[in-house]
């Protein structure tokens, strides 16, 4: 059914949508922190054309920002101005051929890596990484020395004018934990080229990948992942080169911050460079602690350490 806003703070009239578009929705229950605060507007769009005519009809000024599964995201407090877009059915497909793999951006990272393997593609270093397609190319996702950017072959995009493109992969500026997708552009579909494999010893890799995360990482507890990248261009000897990398927990091992928390964030004790709601921590805590690790870790080593979390919207007022 057509849906028509006729108000909503901020007082501005949206397009219609086939979608779902909701007022003052909490986003706190949509990440994987379960913290902060609304968004003015969240939008689910019924398909790529809901999604594009509502972007071209969307005034100008009011801000966009496309959401995941918000396993790589902190919310604050005091919520997102504008519009959140959160893709989900139709925009999860999945397929194969060629030796390629083409997945919408809402399709779960480890639902393609499976998808690919039963097809004899070799997508698994996805298998373990939490979180959607449409992130994991903004971020170039990786793990055991794969990344994004050695699979990606193309993405398609709704820009913030509704216009749909389809972008290479070398257009986009791909980098550690980083990309340079146009502003307010709306990731709706990657394609992926890999190699061959055998379905059976595809699926014992990926069990194997997933025990070594699991014996390494807090996987039952409320984190978003990895906190801080680790530094580019150290080796643990303090010397520019990629033989022995520095890693973040090893800095915050080094200042003494395994353990350390601000009311209910910590950083946890089984891989400190996961920063967690151990229990009704609000963004404020979890924000406030991480930054209290940079500036330690600064003061022991000299290193900044920067965050691979995103960090979005706004404190809370009192704040």
């Given at each position: 059914m057509t849906k028509t806003p006729e108000t909503a703070a901020p007082a501005i009239r949206l397009p219609e949508v086939r979608g779902v578009l909701t007022p003052e929705r909490p986003l706190a229950e949509l990440t994987w922190m379960r913290v902060g605060g609304p968004a003015d507007w969240?939008?689910?769009p019924a398909d790529r054309a809901d999604l594009a005519a509502f972007l071209a009809a969307l005034p100008a000024e009011v801000p966009v920002m496309a959401m995941g599964v918000g396993s790589n995201l902190i919310v604050r407090d005091g919520g997102v101005r504008g519009v959140v877009i959160r893709l989900g059915r139709g925009f999860n497909g999945i397929e194969t051929g060629d030796g390629l793999?083409?997945?919408g951006a809402a399709a779960l990272d480890a639902h393609v890596a499976r998808k690919a393997a039963e097809a004899g593609l070799d997508l698994t270093f996805l298998r373990t990484i939490p979180g959607a397609v449409g992130g994991a190319v903004r971020m170039n996702a990786g793990c055991y020395g794969a990344y994004v950017a050695d699979h990606l072959v193309e993405v398609t995009a709704i820009l913030?004018?509704?216009?749909t493109v389809t972008l290479p992969a070398h257009d986009l500026g791909l980098g550690y934990r980083t990309s340079k997708l146009p502003?307010?552009?709306?990731?709706?579909e990657a394609v992926f080229r890999t190699w061959a494999g055998d379905p059976e010893e595809l699926a014992a890799k990926m069990a194997d990948q997933l025990?070594?995360?699991d014996a390494s990482q807090p996987t039952k507890d409320r984190t978003a992942g990895s906190t801080f990248r680790n530094p580019a261009g150290y080796s643990s000897t303090g010397l520019a080169d990629d033989s022995h990398e520095l890693k973040a927990w090893t800095l915050i091992d080094e200042a003494g911050m395994r353990g350390a928390r601000i009311g209910g964030a910590v950083?946890?004790?089984k891989h400190s460079n996961f920063l967690t709601n151990a229990g009704g921590a609000?963004?404020?805590d979890l924000e406030s602690l991480g930054e209290a690790v940079r500036k330690r870790v600064y003061e022991v080593r000299g290193l900044t350490l920067e965050w691979e979390i995103m960090r979005v919207g706004e404190p809370a007022p009192d704040d």
């Amino acid at each position: 059914m057509t849906k028509t806003p006729e108000t909503a703070a901020p007082a501005i009239r949206l397009p219609e949508v086939r979608g779902v578009l909701t007022p003052e929705r909490p986003l706190a229950e949509l990440t994987w922190m379960r913290v902060g605060g609304p968004a003015d507007w969240l939008f689910q769009p019924a398909d790529r054309a809901d999604l594009a005519a509502f972007l071209a009809a969307l005034p100008a000024e009011v801000p966009v920002m496309a959401m995941g599964v918000g396993s790589n995201l902190i919310v604050r407090d005091g919520g997102v101005r504008g519009v959140v877009i959160r893709l989900g059915r139709g925009f999860n497909g999945i397929e194969t051929g060629d030796g390629l793999v083409r997945a919408g951006a809402a399709a779960l990272d480890a639902h393609v890596a499976r998808k690919a393997a039963e097809a004899g593609l070799d997508l698994t270093f996805l298998r373990t990484i939490p979180g959607a397609v449409g992130g994991a190319v903004r971020m170039n996702a990786g793990c055991y020395g794969a990344y994004v950017a050695d699979h990606l072959v193309e993405v398609t995009a709704i820009l913030r004018d509704g216009a749909t493109v389809t972008l290479p992969a070398h257009d986009l500026g791909l980098g550690y934990r980083t990309s340079k997708l146009p502003e307010g552009a709306v990731i709706v579909e990657a394609v992926f080229r890999t190699w061959a494999g055998d379905p059976e010893e595809l699926a014992a890799k990926m069990a194997d990948q997933l025990a070594r995360r699991d014996a390494s990482q807090p996987t039952k507890d409320r984190t978003a992942g990895s906190t801080f990248r680790n530094p580019a261009g150290y080796s643990s000897t303090g010397l520019a080169d990629d033989s022995h990398e520095l890693k973040a927990w090893t800095l915050i091992d080094e200042a003494g911050m395994r353990g350390a928390r601000i009311g209910g964030a910590v950083m946890n004790e089984k891989h400190s460079n996961f920063l967690t709601n151990a229990g009704g921590a609000t963004a404020t805590d979890l924000e406030s602690l991480g930054e209290a690790v940079r500036k330690r870790v600064y003061e022991v080593r000299g290193l900044t350490l920067e965050w691979e979390i995103m960090r979005v919207g706004e404190p809370a007022p009192d704040d």
